[in-house]
């Protein structure tokens, strides 16, 4: 596959030459009892065209891929010349059928004109890609909520994004459904895009709620909960807050973020209701959020003089 692009020029410059030998000295013989006429020769121009389009893309992407490390980069670049390599074949081969490059380009005017009324969601849907590689509201990896759709992105092509759904009607609780949404590029003109995962800032803030009695000694079960959680994290909640104070100083925006987890406490009618709140990886908030509960309610019962939970009939 590493040699498909020289290949392909190789032969598109072999088929030109040979067009141009049999026009200018054989465009009246036959050759296998094929007429080498004006048809032939056409034909024999265009696919030279088509393979020199094919063999510049590959060479030319090959190089600037292999110079790109990230891989949403990658596929960003992939896209461009896809598009560019195209839009370039697509003229060179209308301007050798017809022979004329300034018709080619004024009658590509006026059908692009005619096209805009025609086609006008997929022109919408490639400004939208547009938008989305020059703006960067979210890229190939990030978890995103779109309109109604929630997930991480596998594709962005020139027309639509693909979004491995989570919180689906399948399934909950941040659980992949196996599904691939797709979305079309234009909706992200016209709705909010909510990015769990972009660049700079790979971690969100979530809550864990657990509901006690009023006799419980809400200090030490605060404690217990904030304990629990520095011991589950460790240093990645940290490293986390380090990077996200690092965003937040590049804004005009002022928050005083903490390293270690906190609890805010709230009064409820027949109850009162720990929160602790605490930095993790969107990916993994499922996960943390289960084992935190598994060891904050054991060590809860490991201490029922001084943390009680509320009956039944009070709920």
């Known amino acids: 596959m ?19 030998v049999l026009w200018r000295f054989g465009a009246d013989e036959t050759l296998f009892g094929v007429a080498l006429g004006p048809p032939t020769l056409l034909v024999l121009t265009v696919s030279a065209v088509v393979l020199a389009t094919y063999g510049g893309y590959r060479l030319l992407g090959d190089v600037l891929l292999d110079h790109t490390a990230n891989k949403r980069r990658r596929h960003d670049v ?104 797709t979305v079309p590029n234009s909706v992200v003109l016209t709705s909010h895009v909510v990015n769990f995962h972009a660049e700079g800032v790979p971690y969100v803030w979530n809550e864990l709620s657990v509901q006690v009695a009023y006799e419980t000694d809400v200090d030490f079960a605060a404690d217990t909960m904030v304990g629990v959680a520095v011991d589950y994290l460790g240093d990645e909640m940290a490293a986390g807050v380090a990077e996200y104070r690092e965003r937040l100083a590049e804004t005009p925006v002022e928050l005083d973020v903490t390293e270690r987890p906190t609890v805010n406490v709230v009064q409820q009618e027949s109850w009162v209701e720990l929160r602790l709140r605490y930095l993790v990886h969107p990916r993994r908030g499922t996960r943390t959020r289960n084992a935190l509960y598994r060891e904050i309610l054991d060590r809860f019962n490991d201490h029922p003089d001084r943390v009680a939970f509320p009956v039944s009939r009070s709920r």
């Open 2 to 20: 590493r040699y498909t692009g020289p290949l392909a020029l190789a032969a598109a410059v072999a088929l030109y030459a040979g067009s141009r």
């Open 78 to 181: 992939r896209n461009v010349l896809r598009l560019g390599f195209g839009a370039l074949g697509l003229i060179a081969g209308f301007g050798v059928v017809t022979r004329d490059w300034v018709s080619v380009l004024l009658s590509l005017g006026v059908v692009g004109f005619a096209i805009t009324f025609a086609l006008q969601g997929a022109l919408t849907s490639l400004i939208g890609w547009l938008y989305i590689v020059t703006k960067r509201p979210y890229s190939v990896g990030d978890r995103i909520a779109i309109e109604d759709t929630r997930g991480d992105v596998t594709s962005v092509d020139l027309f639509v994004t693909e979004v491995w759904e989570i919180d689906g009607e399948l399934v909950s609780s941040n659980q992949p459904s196996g599904r691939i949404v």
